[in-house]
């Protein structure tokens, strides 16, 4: 692409966490039976008026805070009209005229290059149903309609797909470190949709916008980008139109396919939400809001290295999943042995998650036994290479760590009259070697603690052991 200018702007559906829905009493889950957590509000039936969800309210403030949007305290929501399947009560409730937030920013960086991407606006908004397609039918499940979102929409200043999913990494870390969606893309709870224009280098005007609709990961989003500026680049040189369209990715050919003409905001005929009354919220409760705000990634990106003493690469492994960052904040309040929870936690520990493809909060590993365990290796209780056999249990199991060092004989040897009586043969048997002991020190101290460590398994002391073996020796060739 050297002849033609791209811009990208980006839209983000999020589903926030709460436990009912944006305006009913029906509860917000996940894979349940079809249909069956659904209230007559979201399905607007006569005589049903809908109630504003106050938690909602507080996660989007949270939300604006995070992106540095300005935060309008008077809440004013607007009908959106329309017809789909997924919304067979013809209208959407939204913010088109008076978003909670606008005017913000998020810092991006890709290879290496910091980059500001502006926020044009945060607005709030119900779901729709969810369209389910098998065989050659349509099913709608309702569970869906009425979910809390906000909507958070860029201005048109990403030049390539590797920006666009820097934003979208970005503000996946932020949202879910805010605990305010579960940001799940292969589950909907943040879906991306991408606004794709061109235009030689030269020309003012760009071409007709094409919006992808509904990207469900990170890999997508840079696929359909990239055939998308090749497929509308072709078009152009070829002379040919590029229609203003709605495109949906299709991962089994990595191509864009056209759903239908892109339509302008006129053909949705808003206007005031006539069953909401505006609703001006109280700026010291949204001060209060603020102030209680999670730490966010980057903070904790800078006191990781800073302050703990961790590298970036193991910094970002821990932050690449919140509840792992959460057991190791939680860890690092038992033990200021910050390197080596960092390494448990995202070598041995994060191996089992892989592999169970599951997340530590369904382990019975807890931070008070994890860090005992460091604890026991500090105190030359236990050795380091004893976790590898420890942890694998520890995380299905609720016996005491003591009890099972005790059960699986794998304590450390310290006591110094133990270590002398097992010495004893095993000098005797090599009373000739010992003689060489002048000539060649070393040979003849590592073949003693080889034979030692051969006996107890490895669950000797090597440091202490060797001082007495060394003065064992000498006290016999004396």
């Avoid at 503000?171 to 305010?180: A, D, M, S, T, W």
Wanted: proline share 4%; charged share 25%.
């Amino acid at each position: 692409m050297n002849n033609f200018e791209v811009i990208i702007g980006i839209e983000n559906h999020i589903e926030l966490k709460t436990k009912t829905k944006m305006f009913s009493p029906a509860p917000v889950s996940y894979g349940q039976i079809p249909n069956t957590q659904v209230h007559e509000v979201d399905m607007a039936y006569p005589g049903t008026l809908p109630t504003v969800n106050k938690q909602a309210i507080k996660l989007a403030i949270l939300t604006c805070n995070a992106l540095n949007l300005k935060i309008d305290s008077l809440l004013k929501f607007d009908r959106k009209n329309y017809f789909y399947p997924d919304l067979t009560k013809g209208y959407q409730i939204t913010q088109q005229y008076n978003p909670i937030g606008k005017d913000g920013k998020l810092e991006i960086e890709v290879n290496g290059e910091k980059k500001i991407v502006e926020i044009e606006r945060l607005h709030i908004e119900e779901d729709t149903a969810k369209q389910i397609h098998k065989d050659n039918l349509t099913y709608i499940d309702f569970n869906r309609a009425g979910t809390p979102l906000v909507e958070v929409v860029t201005k048109p200043v990403m030049r390539n797909a590797d920006e666009a999913c820097a934003y979208v990494e970005k503000l996946r870390e932020v949202l879910l470190f805010l605990k305010v969606s579960d940001v799940k893309m292969n589950e909907g709870s943040l879906r991306t949709d991408v606004n794709i224009s061109i235009r030689p280098f030269g020309v003012t005007e760009f071409s007709n916008k094409v919006e992808i609709k509904n990207l469900n990961s990170i890999s997508n989003i840079k696929k359909s980008i990239d055939y998308e500026i090749d497929r509308q680049t072709k078009l152009m040189l070829n002379n040919e139109i590029i229609k203003q369209e709605t495109r949906r990715f299709d991962d089994q050919t990595n191509s864009t396919v056209a759903m239908r003409s892109k339509t302008d905001a006129l053909d949705y005929k808003y206007f005031r939400e006539p069953n909401i009354a505006p609703i001006q919220i109280d700026k010291s409760w949204i001060k209060e809001i603020i102030n209680q705000s999670p730490e966010s990634p980057d903070v904790k990106r800078v006191k990781y290295q800073e302050v703990y003493g961790l590298s970036l690469y193991d910094t970002n492994n821990l932050l690449a999943n919140l509840e792992l960052n959460d057991f190791f904040e939680e860890t690092i309040k038992l033990t200021n042995d910050y390197q080596r929870v960092a390494n448990l936690l995202t070598s041995d520990i994060q191996a089992i998650l892989n592999d169970r493809n599951t997340t530590i909060d369904t382990l019975k590993i807890t931070p008070q036994n994890l860090s005992e365990l460091i604890t026991l290796i500090k105190e030359g209780i236990i050795s380091s290479k004893h976790y590898k056999t420890l942890i694998p249990i520890m995380v299905d199991s609720e016996v005491l760590l003591q009890d099972l060092i005790e059960e699986l004989k794998i304590k450390i040897i310290s006591d110094e009259a133990t270590i002398v009586k097992l010495l004893n043969p095993i000098i005797e048997n090599n009373s000739e070697l010992i003689k060489e002991y002048n000539e060649r020190p070393e040979r003849v101290t590592k073949t003693i603690m080889g034979q030692l460590m051969k006996q107890t398994g490895g669950n000797v002391n090597p440091e202490k052991s060797m001082q007495i073996i060394i003065d064992i020796i000498k006290n016999q060739l004396i």
